[in-house]
């Protein structure tokens, strides 16, 4: 029973945060702003939890399976959450539904908890599942904005159709081998075209989740749509969760065909990376700008998984964390002037750093460490997963990846540009956020400066392994 | 060796300095940062000067030879079994000169800027810039590792783009910082990608390690470095060719030189300090400091240094003689000095007689910043008086800059290698290198010196002598004591820097090397540099209208060089043309006609379906199911029965 209690801690901590929020709704009465302070409080003592009691070990059969990298990377899923709650206040205090957002996305993390631990496809599809619904209901948050119901709409049909694939991939590779257990698929595996085809079936679900072309395009129309909360939950703590439970399904399931496998990934991950540049590059909406910077930095984190070996699973994790304070806070800047001021623009952000310097510069030094510049942490991250890539020599590779971060810089800069240099006879008027996004902004910032000069967090995910 | 970990100051003092400004300089203390920035650097300096001396006099000698030492060690991260990235300070004879030149140079730019930058609005944040600069590159000329390099390669990067974008409210300079960014950190992106293969191939990223690994004859590391290849050159190749490619980019070679020209744009004493003798030599450092593997293992890609630098030198000291805004001509003077400095190094080989061109390099770098920053510093105190860039505009100012006047002159004949000032050793040591080993090199180096000597004297006339120049309203008066002393500081750098018997202290295998001096080498470029020094009299002394004339029956080799060789209209061509119209318009084409393309053959199936959502504006939710459907079958037919 403590064993149970142990391993599921997480996935406890989450449901018991689900039912407490479902009874102060049916209790009722309490203030927005009261109520997301609680929140705040719920999700920084669950995620100052998620550091303890963590071991290693298996329940139900081999369906559920956790170990202390799993629990570490669930704790990253818990800061994004946590981020969230803090960045967006001044959007959260305003919606009628304060509660039932959370509810919602906790569910989801429910959902992504389950994924990435995993042991069995059927457990895999299920929690699949539980972690994309709850999320098209909260694309839709916005009850009264026309574009976020259709992005609600697009998001869910895209997922539908999703899904349908994957679980058509799962009965094929089910049909083949006559197991779904992740522990028995790799002795099965003898890369017959069935298989592999069902294998990527599967893996197009992943890269649906992860948004990789050709698989993205519901990224952006969701993401323009949708409240910056929600785009920001898409955005980096789904991708995260998707991108850990892929290293398992690689390393550990599909080991055997390795070959195949790094040349999809390598595959996709070039043209993602060109594709997502080259769109971010002419976008004007600061979300669906967002929404291209984040494909390609994905298809850097499938450069790094495709490496195979140590180093790239450490590598990912830790850009995962990296990509959690840099692209929240990128979001975070975003969802404040969207609420303040209406804006979502580049060009209206113009003159920024004169009326509003704290948030020009956090946008500035978010979109710094997406870029990969030093000494942010991005740097870092970027620097990490090319080296783990680097591992297999395909040269090729490397230069296209190389000069995707040139290509990145520049249209980072731009925004960079329209903040700091060019004149705007209107430009944002001075914004007082609220203190929690203030605060989660400062964590932020702290998080992609400290998080790459201090080598013991690399080396600290580098030991759970 | 003794206890050393004070050296680490170093490295903390200008940190501090960035900090604390940074920080609260704009609030808190505003009109002191100055004043505590050079303190912060005078300190720094010392330690430098104590280490250097220390260093050279003391403990670095062992059995006659300059070892390397890395007195200060940090294991930053352990990357995976036996690729650790170290942090540290690592000693050898380059490091510790580039420790002088550096903090020397930036103390001189700090202190000159006291008066320089008076009355900007951002003070504070200039001398919080210029610390988190000199940091950087203090941190990249002691790395002790080829990772520690990088990142402070890219840092340096990132604080030259805040200082050349000092003035973010001129269009130009904002252009200009952006344009250094991004061109760096295109050549950065091949030197990323040469670390990324030595360090596979060699399996470590410390120095010391790699070159060792990577130089000895019979190694499994060399070997597998070089018998592994891609389009038919070594893995090895490819690794030295890409990291110079970073190193041309920061160095401003032939063809990545573009940036500098433009980054002219960022205050004065900024340009004396990135520009002259400090980020731009960071490439020649990375050369020399990885010198053994390329002289031992890769001497095809020497060979590309030295045809390069050779190139650079000569079509750079070509444009400058054209140019008439007075920075540009600077920093055209400064890509053709670097440009000697490469070949020189090119031209070297490792150990012995044969290793001149190394130490040879190594002395220009050192008299180079001398009198270069000196250059800078006077071209400051010139546009502080005049308020304008433009060559036109001066004439006649000896009269009223007679210090400026004398401390130009001084650099003016040291960079025109007139014997007796620094220049004239270092440049001899050079040409005499290039002598011995190729002759094309050496009549390029040589006519680069004539030419160098004529556009240098060109300016020179033309800004102290000429017309005369007329007072506009108020009078102004030569800068204060800030500035001048700076420049008297350098000027006498500039005029002994050449006594410094530096084959002493730097070469190629750290043992002593003799300097030959003779005389019959030194007779043509002196005689040229003469003649180019008259030819600029001749032209510039009085006002005439002999220049026009020539310019005239030249028009079109000098409209050419005066338009730069049309290179950035080239890259414009290259990226806004090629790129943005072919590459963008296709991606855009493909959007609209390929997808729904796509999506008109699958009407009639789609077509209740598109009903059903017809409310929704764009009805796309049906293409992107296409596409996705597509991309999974494409990817597994592909994987099937393509590529099994």
Same mark, same amino acid.
């Given at each position: 029973?403590?064993?149970?209690?142990?391993?599921?801690?997480?996935e406890?901590?989450?449901?018991?945060?689900?039912?407490?929020?479902?009874?102060?709704?049916?209790?009722?009465?309490?203030?927005?702003?009261?109520?997301?302070?609680?929140?705040?409080?719920l999700?920084?003592?669950?995620?100052?939890?998620?550091?303890?009691?963590?071991?290693?070990?298996n329940?139900?059969?081999?369906?559920?399976?956790?170990?202390?990298?799993?629990?570490?990377?669930?704790?990253?899923?818990?800061?994004?959450?946590?981020?969230?709650?803090?960045?967006?206040?001044?959007?959260?205090?305003?919606?009628?539904?304060?509660?039932?957002?959370?509810?919602?996305?906790?569910?989801?993390l429910?959902?992504?908890?389950?994924?990435?631990?995993?042991?069995?496809?059927?457990?895999?599809?299920?929690?699949?599942?539980?972690?994309?619904?709850?999320?098209?209901?909260?694309?839709?948050?916005?009850?009264?904005?026309?574009?976020?119901?259709e992005?609600?709409?697009?998001?869910?049909?895209?997922?539908?159709f999703?899904?349908?694939?994957?679980l058509?991939?799962?009965?094929?590779?089910?049909?083949?081998?006559?197991?779904?257990?992740f522990?028995?698929?790799?002795?099965?595996?003898?890369s017959?075209?069935?298989?592999?085809?069902?294998?990527?079936?599967?893996?197009?679900?992943?890269?649906?989740?992860?948004?990789?072309?050709?698989?993205?395009?519901?990224?952006?129309?969701?993401?323009e749509?949708?409240?910056?909360?929600?785009? !920001?939950?898409?955005?980096?703590?789904?991708?995260?969760?998707?991108?850990?439970?892929?290293?398992?399904?690689l390393?550990?399931?599909?080991?055997?065909?390795?070959?195949?496998?790094?040349?999809?990934?390598?595959?996709?991950?070039?043209?993602?990376?060109?594709?997502?540049?080259?769109?971010?590059?002419?976008?004007?909406n600061?979300?669906?700008?967002?929404?291209?910077?984040?494909?390609?930095?994905?298809?850097?984190i499938?450069?790094?998984?495709?490496?195979?070996?140590?180093?790239g699973i450490t590598?990912?994790v830790?850009?995962v964390?990296?990509?959690?304070f840099?692209?929240?806070?990128?979001?975070?800047?975003?969802?404040?002037?969207?609420?303040?001021?209406?804006k979502?623009?580049?060009?209206?952000?113009?003159?920024?750093?004169?009326?509003?310097?704290?948030?020009?510069?956090?946008?500035?030094?978010?979109?710094f460490?997406?870029?990969?510049?030093?000494?942010?942490?991005?740097?870092?991250?970027?620097?990490?997963?090319?080296?783990?890539?680097?591992?297999?020599?395909?040269?090729?590779?490397?230069?296209?990846?190389?000069?995707?971060?040139?290509?990145?810089?520049?249209?980072?800069?731009?925004?960079?540009?329209?903040?700091?240099?060019?004149?705007?006879?209107?430009p944002?008027?001075?914004?007082?956020?609220?203190?929690?996004?203030?605060?989660?902004?400062?964590?932020?910032?702290?998080?992609?400066?400290?998080t790459?000069?201090?080598?013991?967090?690399?080396?600290?995910?580098?030991?759970?392994? | 060796?003794?206890?050393?970990?004070?050296?680490?100051l170093?490295?903390l003092?200008?940190?501090?300095?960035?900090?604390?400004?940074?920080?609260?300089?704009?609030?808190?203390?505003?009109?002191?940062?100055?004043?505590?920035?050079?303190?912060?650097?005078?300190?720094?300096?010392?330690?430098?000067?104590?280490t250097?001396?220390?260093?050279f006099?003391?403990?670095?000698?062992?059995?006659?030879?300059?070892?390397?030492?890395?007195?200060?060690?940090?294991?930053?991260?352990?990357?995976?079994?036996g690729?650790?990235?170290?942090?540290?300070?690592?000693?050898?004879?380059?490091?510790?000169?580039?420790?002088?030149?550096?903090?020397?140079?930036?103390?001189?730019?700090?202190?000159?800027s006291?008066?320089?930058m008076?009355?900007?609005?951002?003070?504070?944040?200039?001398?919080?810039?210029?610390?988190?600069?000199?940091?950087s590159?203090?941190?990249?000329?002691?790395?002790?590792?080829?990772?520690?390099?990088?990142f402070?390669?890219?840092?340096?990067?990132v604080?030259?783009f805040?200082?050349?974008?000092?003035?973010?409210?001129?269009?130009?300079?904002?252009?200009?910082?952006?344009?250094?960014?991004?061109?760096?950190?295109?050549?950065?992106?091949?030197?990323?990608?040469?670390?990324?293969?030595?360090?596979?191939?060699?399996?470590?990223?410390?120095?010391a390690?790699?070159?060792?690994k990577?130089?000895?004859?019979?190694?499994?590391?060399?070997?597998?470095?070089?018998?592994?290849s891609?389009?038919?050159?070594?893995a090895?190749?490819?690794?030295?060719?890409?990291?110079?490619?970073?190193?041309?980019?920061?160095?401003?070679?032939?063809?990545?030189h573009?940036?500098l020209?433009?980054?002219?744009?960022?205050?004065?004493?900024?340009?004396a300090?990135i520009?002259?003798?400090?980020?731009?030599?960071?490439?020649?450092f990375?050369?020399?400091?990885?010198?053994?593997?390329?002289?031992?293992?890769?001497p095809?890609?020497?060979?590309?240094?030295?045809?390069?630098?050779?190139?650079?030198?000569?079509?750079?000291?070509?444009?400058?003689?054209?140019?008439?805004?007075?920075?540009?001509?600077?920093a055209?003077?400064t890509?053709?000095?670097?440009?000697?400095?490469m070949?020189?190094?090119?031209?070297?080989?490792?150990?012995?007689?044969?290793?001149?061109?190394?130490?040879?390099?190594?002395f220009?770098?050192?008299?180079?910043?001398?009198?270069?920053?000196?250059l800078?510093?006077?071209?400051?105190?010139?546009?502080?008086?005049?308020? !304008?860039?433009?060559?036109?505009?001066?004439?006649?100012?000896?009269?009223?800059?007679?210090?400026?006047?004398?401390?130009?002159?001084?650099?003016?004949?040291?960079?025109?290698?007139?014997?007796?000032?620094?220049?004239?050793?270092?440049?001899?040591?050079i040409?005499?290198?290039?002598?011995?080993?190729?002759?094309a090199?050496?009549?390029?180096?040589?006519?680069?010196?004539?030419?160098?000597?004529?556009?240098?004297f060109?300016?020179?006339?033309?800004?102290?002598?000429?017309?005369?120049?007329?007072?506009?309203?108020?009078?102004?008066?030569?800068g204060?004591?800030?500035?001048?002393?700076p420049?008297?500081?350098?000027?006498?750098?500039?005029?002994?820097?050449?006594?410094?018997?530096?084959?002493?202290?730097?070469?190629?295998?750290?043992?002593?090397l003799?300097?030959?001096?003779?005389?019959?080498?030194?007779?043509?470029?002196?005689?040229?540099?003469?003649?180019?020094?008259?030819?600029?009299?001749?032209?510039?002394?009085?006002?005439?209208?002999?220049?026009?004339?020539?310019?005239?029956?030249?028009?079109?080799?000098?409209?050419?060089?005066?338009?730069?060789?049309?290179?950035?209209?080239?890259?414009?061509?290259?990226?806004?043309?090629?790129?943005?119209?072919?590459?963008?318009?296709?991606?855009?084409?493909?959007?609209?006609?390929?997808?729904?393309?796509?999506?008109?053959?699958t009407?009639?199936?789609?077509?209740?379906f598109?009903?059903?959502?017809?409310?929704?504006?764009?009805g796309?939710?049906?293409?992107?199911a296409?596409?996705?459907?597509?991309?999974?079958?494409?990817?597994?037919?592909?994987?099937?029965?393509?590529?099994?």
């Amino acid at each position: 029973m403590t064993e149970f209690l142990i391993l599921m801690k997480s996935e406890l901590m989450a449901t018991a945060l689900i039912f407490i929020l479902l009874f102060i709704k049916m209790g009722g009465g309490m203030k927005n702003g009261l109520l997301l302070q609680v929140i705040q409080v719920l999700l920084l003592v669950n995620f100052i939890t998620g550091f303890f009691f963590n071991k290693e070990g298996n329940l139900f059969g081999n369906m559920f399976h956790t170990s202390a990298l799993i629990a570490f990377q669930k704790n990253i899923l818990n800061l994004g959450v946590y981020l969230i709650a803090l960045l967006n206040a001044d959007w959260l205090k305003k919606t009628d539904h304060l509660p039932e957002f959370f509810i919602l996305m906790l569910s989801a993390l429910l959902g992504m908890f389950f994924m990435v631990s995993s042991g069995n496809l059927l457990i895999f599809y299920l929690s699949l599942e539980l972690s994309s619904i709850p999320v098209a209901a909260m694309a839709n948050f916005d009850l009264h904005k026309k574009n976020a119901a259709e992005g609600a709409m697009k998001m869910i049909l895209s997922s539908a159709f999703s899904s349908g694939i994957l679980l058509f991939g799962i009965s094929l590779l089910y049909g083949a081998m006559g197991t779904i257990s992740f522990a028995e698929i790799p002795q099965h595996l003898d890369s017959s075209p069935l298989q592999v085809t069902a294998f990527i079936f599967i893996f197009s679900a992943f890269a649906f989740k992860l948004s990789i072309v050709p698989f993205h395009l519901w990224a952006a129309d969701v993401y323009e749509g949708s409240p910056v909360a929600t785009a !920001s939950f898409l955005s980096v703590v789904s991708k995260g969760a998707a991108a850990f439970i892929f290293i398992t399904i690689l390393y550990k399931v599909f080991q055997p065909m390795q070959e195949l496998w790094y040349n999809l990934l390598v595959t996709v991950s070039v043209l993602t990376m060109l594709l997502g540049n080259l769109f971010a590059l002419r976008q004007q909406n600061i979300k669906r700008f967002l929404a291209f910077s984040s494909i390609a930095q994905v298809a850097f984190i499938v450069l790094g998984i495709s490496s195979n070996d140590h180093i790239g699973i450490t590598s990912v994790v830790y850009f995962v964390l990296v990509y959690v304070f840099s692209n929240l806070s990128a979001f975070g800047v975003a969802s404040v002037i969207a609420e303040h001021s209406g804006k979502e623009n580049i060009d209206d952000y113009k003159g920024l750093s004169k009326t509003n310097p704290f948030l020009g510069w956090s946008l500035t030094l978010a979109l710094f460490s997406l870029a990969g510049i030093p000494p942010t942490a991005g740097f870092f991250g970027k620097l990490f997963l090319l080296t783990a890539a680097a591992a297999k020599a395909s040269y090729w590779l490397i230069i296209v990846a190389a000069l995707n971060m040139v290509i990145s810089l520049y249209y980072y800069l731009r925004v960079v540009r329209a903040i700091f240099i060019d004149n705007n006879e209107m430009p944002i008027k001075k914004i007082q956020a609220d203190r929690s996004a203030e605060l989660g902004l400062v964590i932020c910032s702290v998080g992609i400066l400290l998080t790459g000069i201090v080598s013991w967090i690399y080396d600290f995910i580098q030991s759970l392994h | 060796m003794p206890n050393t970990t004070f050296i680490i100051l170093i490295l903390l003092l200008p940190l501090v300095s960035f900090v604390l400004l940074g920080l609260f300089g704009r609030k808190y203390i505003k009109a002191g940062s100055g004043i505590i920035a050079t303190i912060l650097l005078l300190a720094t300096f010392l330690v430098s000067i104590y280490t250097a001396c220390h260093y050279f006099f003391e403990y670095g000698k062992i059995n006659g030879v300059y070892e390397k030492l890395v007195p200060v060690k940090y294991t930053w991260l352990a990357f995976s079994n036996g690729l650790a990235i170290d942090m540290g300070v690592l000693l050898d004879p380059i490091s510790s000169m580039m420790l002088v030149v550096v903090s020397l140079v930036s103390l001189m730019v700090h202190i000159y800027s006291l008066v320089y930058m008076k009355g900007e609005e951002r003070f504070s944040t200039y001398y919080a810039f210029l610390g988190l600069f000199t940091f950087s590159m203090l941190g990249l000329v002691v790395s002790v590792n080829i990772f520690q390099i990088y990142f402070f390669w890219e840092l340096v990067g990132v604080s030259s783009f805040l200082l050349i974008g000092y003035y973010y409210d001129r269009p130009s300079a904002v252009a200009a910082c952006k344009k250094a960014f991004i061109v760096t950190r295109f050549a950065d992106a091949g030197f990323l990608i040469g670390i990324l293969i030595l360090s596979y191939y060699s399996g470590t990223l410390d120095f010391a390690a790699l070159i060792e690994k990577l130089t000895a004859p019979g190694s499994t590391e060399l070997g597998n470095a070089l018998s592994a290849s891609f389009l038919g050159l070594s893995a090895l190749t490819w690794g030295m060719l890409l990291v110079f490619m970073g190193a041309a980019g920061k160095s401003a070679m032939f063809p990545l030189h573009i940036w500098l020209p433009d980054a002219m744009e960022g205050p004065t004493p900024v340009s004396a300090l990135i520009h002259a003798a400090t980020m731009v030599v960071a490439g020649v450092f990375l050369v020399a400091r990885l010198f053994p593997v390329f002289a031992l293992s890769a001497p095809e890609v020497l060979n590309v240094v030295a045809y390069i630098g050779a190139f650079s030198a000569l079509f750079a000291a070509i444009i400058a003689c054209a140019q008439t805004d007075i920075k540009r001509v600077l920093a055209y003077s400064t890509m053709s000095q670097i440009g000697y400095m490469m070949f020189a190094l090119g031209v070297s080989k490792y150990g012995g007689e044969g290793g001149l061109g190394y130490t040879a390099s190594m002395f220009h770098l050192f008299t180079h910043a001398m009198f270069k920053a000196l250059l800078f510093l006077c071209a400051g105190a010139i546009i502080h008086f005049v308020h !304008s860039n433009e060559m036109k505009d001066m004439g006649g100012l000896r009269k009223f800059l007679p210090v400026t006047h004398f401390t130009f002159l001084i650099a003016c004949l040291a960079i025109s290698g007139v014997p007796f000032f620094s220049g004239f050793f270092s440049k001899e040591e050079i040409l005499t290198a290039a002598l011995n080993h190729n002759i094309a090199i050496y009549w390029a180096g040589l006519a680069t010196a004539g030419l160098t000597s004529f556009y240098m004297f060109r300016l020179y006339f033309n800004i102290f002598w000429g017309k005369e120049f007329r007072q506009h309203g108020e009078t102004r008066r030569e800068g204060g004591f800030a500035m001048k002393a700076p420049m008297i500081l350098l000027a006498i750098g500039a005029a002994l820097a050449g006594y410094i018997p530096f084959g002493k202290f730097i070469s190629s295998d750290g043992k002593a090397l003799a300097i030959p001096f003779e005389l019959k080498h030194a007779i043509a470029p002196v005689a040229l540099s003469f003649v180019g020094a008259l030819i600029a009299a001749w032209l510039y002394l009085r006002q005439n209208n002999k220049p026009q004339k020539i310019a005239a029956s030249l028009s079109a080799l000098h409209q050419s060089a005066y338009r730069k060789f049309y290179i950035d209209e080239g890259y414009l061509f290259i990226t806004q043309k090629i790129i943005f119209n072919i590459v963008g318009k296709t991606a855009d084409w493909f959007d609209k006609n390929m997808v729904n393309g796509l999506v008109n053959l699958t009407a009639s199936s789609t077509q209740a379906f598109s009903f059903a959502t017809k409310k929704m504006q764009s009805g796309k939710v049906q293409q992107y199911a296409i596409y996705f459907l597509g991309g999974a079958i494409l990817l597994a037919v592909l994987f099937v029965y393509v590529w099994k």
